[in-house]
């Protein structure tokens, strides 16, 4: 089967383009102006001049032979999303998510590659729970799941995990998310261990004593809410400490959801003296402020914690800069039962993956503060670069992982709805653009739109 997606608006590396786009073999065939079909043959222009329309064989189809035309007029076709920080909780926390609700919530949310945390029971700190993860996610079929091991044992920071075996069974990435590594002799050993086999430490920055069991941003709102505080600089220690780490050793590293102006700043400086650092951050950080704490709705309880206006401003001009290479959505679902309790023990995280593209859509884009073609960047592009995984833009000769949206449709955010098991968003009643109506993994429709 083929299928032509015709008259959309791609978004190219060199910019938006209207054109047609032919999906062969589950590579990305042609994209050309107009594509014309005459009894089954394909031919593309180059030049938009000559419009010819897809003859349908039958006038009320839009199949033509065994070619499916798709028509996005109105839409815009996009590379595939790539998440790469996503917990999808399998194995050991099932009722929270499994791999096939967390890629079936990943294709309704125009995302064709996740990378998944290692935080899973038991940890996946060892090839064989990476196998595991592999194998459950080709049995899902949804879409492409790259396992990040964990740095330590049991993400306990203390041994170091099988990182050799960990990366020959699939493994992309390592991190011990949730936490940092505290023991910072550990962690350079991680670090200079994971260059030799050509990974990236992916580093969940937060110093645990300053932390100290907080629920919220140290600030007003947590005082007159009577919520115990996480200062920035519980955050700020440990991006600045695994800098200096990767600094000195030599080697790449990259800082997990940046929520804060000061952590923005010190990734900026390392940039410029030309230390190897990537960073990502989240909608949540980029949108919210600890305002919304004050309802204590544990929805909003997330590690790190939404701060104030001066770091979502931070974070968009880092965005926009480059300081922030990736927008990630640290999707962490959570059963009702874990949230459903006072706010200090809840469980912290943000079920974000179907809501990402239209937050970010619309609190970037059509606020002017990004183009689309910046937004596909982060979201697709850099997390590929970043990890050196296949994808992240719209070329000929490539795997067809492709979404098309449409970012006029408008909807009203409700948790409810999410296919994920984790209903947890603090964005209910938030109002979006951005309607995912196809996903498309190499070159197979894995979700469509009701
Ligand atoms: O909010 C969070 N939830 N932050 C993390 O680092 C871990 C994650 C989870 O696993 O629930
Ligand atoms: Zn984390
Ligand atoms: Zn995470």
Redesign the pocket.
């Known amino acids: 089967m083929r299928t032509l997606l015709k008259n959309g608006t791609a978004v190219l590396p060199s910019g938006e383009k209207k054109c047609d786009i032919l999906i062969e073999d589950g590579r990305i065939a042609r994209i050309v102006p107009q594509i014309q079909i005459t009894g089954g043959a394909i031919s593309g222009e180059t030049h938009g001049a000559n419009h010819v329309k897809a003859q349908a064989a039958d006038k009320n189809s839009n199949q033509v032979n065994d070619i499916q035309i798709i028509d996005c007029t109105g839409k815009h076709i996009l590379p595939g999303l790539i998440d790469i ?1 996503v ?1 999808l909780r399998e194995p050991g926390f099932e009722g929270k998510e499994d791999i096939q609700s967390g890629c079936a919530a990943a294709v309704k949310g125009g995302v064709t590659q996740v990378c998944c ?1 290692p ?1 899973t029971d038991p940890v996946c700190d060892n090839a064989v729970v990476v196998t595991y993860i592999k194998t459950r996610a080709e049995q899902a079929g949804l879409c492409k799941v790259h396992p990040i091991g964990a740095i330590t044992k049991g993400e306990k920071g203390e041994t170091l995990s099988d990182i050799g075996k960990m990366k020959s069974a699939g493994a992309v990435a390592l991190s011990d ?2 936490k940092s590594v505290m023991d910072s002799r550990i962690m350079r050993l991680a670090m200079e261990y994971a260059s030799d086999f050509s990974l990236k430490c992916l580093c ?1 920055c937060e110093d645990a004593s300053l932390a100290d069991g907080g629920s919220v941003n140290e600030g007003y709102n947590a005082t007159v809410a009577g919520l115990k505080g996480i200062p920035r600089a519980a955050e700020d220690i440990m991006i600045a400490r695994d800098i200096a780490l990767a600094e000195s050793l030599g080697v790449p590293v990259h800082i ?2 940046v929520s804060t102006y000061s952590g923005v700043e010190i990734i900026r400086s390392a940039k410029a003296r030309g230390v190897k650092v990537t960073a990502e951050t989240c909608p949540h950080y980029f949108i919210l402020t600890d305002d919304i704490i004050t309802g204590y709705d544990t929805f909003t309880k997330v590690n790190p914690p939404v701060r104030e206006q001066k770091d979502v401003e931070a974070i968009i001009k880092g965005l926009k800069d480059g300081t922030l290479d990736c927008i990630v959505t ?1 999707h ?1 679902p959570h059963a009702l039962k874990d949230k459903q309790v006072e706010y200090a023990l809840a469980a912290c ?1 943000i079920s974000g993956i179907e809501t990402s593209l239209a937050l970010s859509y619309t609190y970037l884009v059509k606020t002017g503060k990004l183009t689309l073609c910046e937004l596909m960047q982060k979201m697709s592009a850099n997390p590929a670069a970043v990890l050196g995984l296949r994808g992240g833009e719209l070329k000929e000769g490539e795997p067809a992982d492709v979404t098309v949206v449409d970012f006029s449709g408008k909807y009203v955010i409700d948790g409810e709805k999410f296919v994920s098991k984790g209903k947890n968003t603090p964005f209910n009643g938030f109002e979006v653009y951005g309607v995912v109506n196809y996903t498309f993994v190499d070159g197979d429709l894995k979700y469509k739109a009701d």
């Open positions: 920080h917990h945390m935080n998310d949730g969940h997990c959801h640290d962490a995280g």
